[in-house]
């Protein structure tokens, strides 16, 4: 077979798919995605399209066609200015979700998409074929399918609704990969994923890109520490998750919630009360400016009782306590929120750090001082300094029912006092206060700090790339606004394009060497 046109022409059946804009409803098509899939994402091509600004930049667009029509014959050259001039061409709809799954350890994995006009599709097929790309088609006798293998062994069957293509081990092991295919082009939708509830509830969502994914799909060093501590009747196929990607103007949102089952709600029930909403009064200690900043707020009384019925944990216990620790009652102590943040970064490169947690004893300082065997500095009652590596030095202590740690010395002089411009007035203060958990990496204020601005005008060529790929960028945030959903924002510098224009014009530049 000829392999030298194969990304070409494949690329044409793309660049039509991309462009294409026609409009139906049906949903018949998901039907061939097998019931136990591990991992399915959906991609909607169309306003991955329109947001990217492809189709506005027309010098990229005759660029892209200039490549693509290289090294192609007649026919293929015909059949590109086809779909270039009309991409309904393509006989395939963007204006419908694009499918990509996979099952578990990714023993089957394919392509689903919607037909409009199954007459197109194989005229495309046909070109591929005389490009001794794909096989003659041939009738399956299942629902008006039509087959064919694509590069000797992935195969593709199509009907007037449906497109799949069902990815193949190996040149050698065709028929399985054939008989799976025939298998599910059969499926009802009974019998399909469309019957699954995490399915129902990732198609109810409106993204860009949309996955629904269980954690059976997890490597299998990973998959076996999870399930050691899992309760009993639980299983990794249990836990799943419908995770959202959208490109919006000045910022990336991906949100991830889980779905909803009995085995999991069950699981909820025992942490209930974990966690709380974060409180306000921390954030009053960190700068806005700060590098980086988490807090949550946790009932370190619930958590040690959870932690107790987990035979893992217990047996990591016993191997860590001794000399008087008692990790138990350190966890209990704690009651309310913790804070940790990076304010800046010393002349030598050493974080200013510095952490709050809201405790009901004084568990945890004794707990260090014991630990220090006295290697620690009275400061005054309940506060201490001690040397740490490089001469530095490290501060801690008690104040209000807060235990505290840093290792800024101008910090360790005004514990629990408001700092000027604090984070509680940053932009990114309403979403913290509302969360159960938040963390913000602040890449505008990173890229400022002396420190870093050397590390970077001494790094030479791939410095001034990093410097221009993270100068694009303001901050990061992740949080919690609800106890089943977590949600990732990437906020760019420029606020008024939308973030993936942003993302591919970045590309473009980086690209040109520009």
């Known amino acids: 077979m000829k392999k030298s ?10 660049v039509s798919v991309m462009f294409l ?7 018949e098509y998901v039907n061939v995605i097998p019931a136990d899939a591990s991992v399915i994402a959906s991609l909607d091509l169309k306003s ?5 600004g492809v189709n506005d930049n027309e010098a990229a667009k005759q660029q892209l066609a200039e490549v693509l029509k290289s090294g192609l014959n007649a026919d293929a050259l015909q059949y590109m200015d086809k779909v270039l001039k009309d991409p309904a061409e393509s006989g395939i709809s963007t204006a419908d979700k694009v499918y990509l799954f996979a099952t578990e350890a990714a023993e089957n994995q394919g392509l689903v998409a919607k037909v409009n006009d199954m007459n197109k599709v194989k005229e495309l097929f046909k070109l591929l074929e005389s490009e001794q790309i794909s096989m003659p088609l041939e009738d399956t006798g299942v629902n008006g399918y039509q087959l064919t293998f694509l590069n000797e062994k992935d195969v593709v069957c199509f009907n007037e609704n449906t497109l799949l293509i069902l990815i193949g081990k190996n040149v050698f092991d065709t028929e399985s990969t054939q008989d799976m295919a025939k298998k599910l082009i059969a499926q009802t939708a ?7 509830d995490g399915f129902k509830q990732m198609s109810g969502k409106n993204a860009d890109v949309v996955v629904y994914t269980t954690m059976d799909v997890l490597p299998s060093d990973y998959a076996m520490q999870i399930k050691a501590a899992m309760p009993e009747g639980l299983t990794l196929k249990d836990i799943a998750y419908v995770v959202t990607l959208n490109f919006e103007k000045g910022k990336i949102v991906l949100d991830a919630e889980s779905v909803k089952n009995e085995a999991v709600d069950k699981l909820n029930k025992q942490y209930e009360g974990l966690i709380s909403k974060i409180g306000s009064e921390f954030l009053k200690y960190f700068p806005a400016s700060s590098l980086y900043y988490t807090g949550m707020n946790l009932n370190g009384e619930k958590l ?9 944990f ?4 016993k191997g860590i306590e001794g000399n008087g620790v008692n990790v138990n009652n350190i966890i209990s102590s704690i009651n309310g929120d913790l804070a940790y943040g990076i304010t800046s970064l010393s002349a030598q490169g050493v974080p200013a750090l510095t952490c709050y947690v809201q405790v009901k004893n004084d568990e945890i300082l004794k707990t260090v001082n014991n ?32 235990f505290y740690f840093t290792l800024d010395e101008a910090a360790s002089k005004n514990i629990c006092k408001k ?11 309403s979403t913290a206060k509302g969360s159960y958990v938040f963390m913000v990496a602040n890449i505008k204020d990173a890229l400022n700090q002396p420190m870093v601005n050397l590390m970077l005008s001494m790094g030479g060529q791939p410095a001034a790339l990093a410097r221009s790929v993270l100068s694009q960028f303001d901050y990061i945030e992740f949080y919690a606004p609800e106890m089943n959903k977590v949600t990732l924002d990437v906020v760019m510098t420029n606020q008024d394009e939308n973030a993936l224009k942003q993302l591919f014009a970045l590309g473009e530049k980086l690209a040109g060497g520009k």
Do not use: H, R
Request: glycine share 8%; aromatic share 6%.
């Open 5 to 14: 046109n194969l990304i070409s022409v494949l690329s044409a059946f793309l």
């Open 21 to 27: 804009a026609s409009c139906t409803k049906s949903v």
């Open 48 to 52: 991955l399209t329109q947001k990217s």
């Open 190 to 196: 009974e019998q399909s994923i469309a019957s699954n």
């Open 304 to 312: 040690a009782k959870v932690l107790a019925e987990n035979e893992e």
């Open 314 to 317: 217990q047996k990591t216990l």
């Open 371 to 402: 630990a220090l065997q006295g290697g620690a500095t009275k400061i005054d009652d309940n506060n201490y300094s001690v040397t740490i590596g490089g001469g530095a030095n490290a501060y801690y202590g008690m104040k209000d029912g807060v």
């Open 419 to 429: 700092v000027d411009n604090p984070m509680s007035d940053a932009k990114w203060a």
